[in-house]
């Protein structure tokens, strides 16, 4: 059983460059998540997906963008990367939305460094 | 409008001591609340959960958490710590909504001595 997968596991890019985060779950989860992890400010919600063709803005949306063509995979671009979106990247899947008792299931981690 | 915050972002106890971790809570609506744990260069892996049925809660690995409105907490317990038990920790709440909206904690790091 994999649950979650990322790629790539690191990336270090320069600014200004284009940068897909893949995502793919194999639990069949209805609605996904990315967060981004930095030191002393814990998890914070990017974009979020609560099932295949719909998607919304979290907490810290700028300068990224999501896509969910299908269930299972729900990938991360950051257009033009800048400095400040080095950060170790998490994505989670969670069996429905809208509940709010949901387990959230997390990948294993991005950790991208924007030079 | 919802947060948590958890005291202390570093923690040490001696092996086969207590644990606490310290969790409080601000919710405008009735709270879920969520205990995760992080093994470094891991993600996140639920340890317990509290979404208003018993008021104290038990998770994997020996852990347990009491939700106590009337403090607005929901701290993480263990009677006895072993050297697994190193790593981060998370509080977070949720409330139903248009999305599950899972808010947080800063973490608290957990060192367990010899």
């Known amino acids: 059983i994999a649950g979650i997968t990322q790629a790539p596991t690191s990336q270090i890019l320069a600014a200004g460059r284009r940068m897909t985060l893949r995502c793919t779950q194999d639990?069949?989860?209805?609605?996904m998540y990315w967060y981004r992890q930095d030191l002393g400010l814990g998890l914070r919600l990017i974009h979020y997906?609560?099932?295949?063709?719909?998607?919304g803005k979290g907490e810290v949306p700028d300068g990224y963008s999501v896509s969910r063509a299908n269930t299972d995979d729900f990938p991360l671009t950051l257009a033009s990367a800048v400095p400040s979106q080095t950060s170790v990247y998490f994505c989670?899947?969670?069996?429905?939305?809208?509940?709010?008792?949901?387990?959230?299931?997390f990948g294993p981690g991005t950790r991208l460094t924007v030079l | 409008a919802q947060s948590v915050t958890q005291l202390g972002s570093h923690v040490s106890v001696s092996e086969g001591a207590l644990v606490l971790l310290r969790c409080n809570y601000s919710?405008?609506?009735?709270?879920?609340l969520f205990w995760y744990v992080q093994y470094p260069n891991q993600g996140l892996q639920l340890l317990l959960k509290?979404?208003?049925?018993?008021?104290l809660v038990k998770g994997i690995n020996g852990f347990e958490a009491e939700f106590k409105k009337s403090e607005t907490s929901f701290h993480l317990t263990k009677p006895s710590a072993h050297m697994s038990d190193a790593a981060e920790y998370f509080c977070?709440?949720?409330?139903?909504?248009?999305?599950?909206?899972?808010?947080f904690g800063t973490g608290t790091k957990l060192q367990v001595i010899p």
């Open positions: 989670a899947s969670s069996g429905t939305g809208g509940t709010g008792t949901d387990t959230q299931y």
């Open positions: 639990m069949r989860h209805n609605a």
């Open positions: 997906s609560n099932t295949a063709g719909t998607t």
């Open positions: 919710s405008s609506v009735p709270p879920y």
């Open positions: 509290y979404t208003s049925a018993a008021t």
């Open positions: 977070a709440v949720s409330h139903s909504g248009g999305y599950q909206k899972v808010t």
